[in-house]
């Protein structure tokens, strides 16, 4: 009997195991996300980032990390609060930002109150960079000391995703990589948002993607902002 191919390979994981797998991973991304969002190292050229675009108050920068490259969009909301925007600050509604042919977005399950494992799947209609591909994610929701909100998300190592969500015959698995938001809170209810991707489709990348990628960025929060506005304050609560 032959024996299964690399790819068909899945990890059975018990649900305390996974969780504390997920917390170790994740708090390499929140750190990761609070680094990217440091104000004080804006500007300084000496981190690694490359300002693309700044138009609009939006700042868009990318940094080379390996053979990936990490974005990053930064952008001052005003009378947006933190807890306005973080309610659509999700892995489900970035994701509907990044191509209307999502097909699926659900919860896979909750692990905690602000840990839980989702799948995104986007269609054959999907932009090339999304065409048939679905992303087993973590998500990890976390108030820091000085108020500032983080939402960290990211793929599961392929053989633990298997185990959880086998894939489907027609469907390729990117990965999502040390994503997700920060929200720093400012005066007047106004907040400062970070938002930094890095993503490996696994496949074919058109050359046009970084000019693609800015104006999506600066869409995805735009878009964002519209429906966080539309969320009530919690200032009465």
């Not at 009378?79 to 973080?86: D, E, R």
């Not at 998300?153 to 015959?169: R, T, W, Y």
């Not at 907040?191 to 991707?197: A, D, E, L, Q, R």
């Amino acid at each position: 009997m032959s024996s299964p191919a690399p790819c068909s390979r899945s990890w059975s994981i018990s649900e305390d195991s996974l969780r504390r797998y997920v917390h170790f991973a994740s708090e390499s991304c929140i750190q990761e996300l609070l680094s990217a969002s440091d104000s004080n190292r804006f500007g300084n050229g000496d981190d690694g980032w490359k300002v693309l675009t700044l138009d609009d108050g939006v700042e868009i920068s990318k940094r080379r990390s390996g053979s990936l490259h990490t974005f990053r969009s930064r952008w001052l909301l005003k009378s947006v609060s933190p807890q306005q925007f973080i309610t659509v600050a999700n892995a489900i509604d970035a994701a509907k930002q990044w191509d209307s042919d999502l097909v699926e977005a659900k919860y896979i399950k909750d692990l905690e109150d602000n840990l839980s494992i989702i799948r995104l799947r986007f269609g054959e209609h999907s932009k090339p960079l999304f065409r048939n591909r679905e992303f087993i994610v973590y998500e990890r929701r976390e108030t820091m000391e000085d108020g500032t909100l983080v939402v960290a998300v990211a793929s599961l190592p392929k053989e633990i995703a298997a185990g959880l969500h086998p894939k489907q015959n027609n469907s390729i698995r990117g990965l999502l990589l040390q994503s997700g938001w920060v929200v720093e809170k400012l005066e007047d209810d106004s907040c400062m948002v970070t938002y930094v991707v890095q993503l490996d489709p696994a496949g074919w990348v058109p050359k046009c993607f970084v000019n693609r990628l800015n104006t999506k960025l600066v869409m995805i929060i735009e878009n964002l902002r519209k429906l966080a506005q539309a969320c009530p304050t919690n200032k009465d609560t």
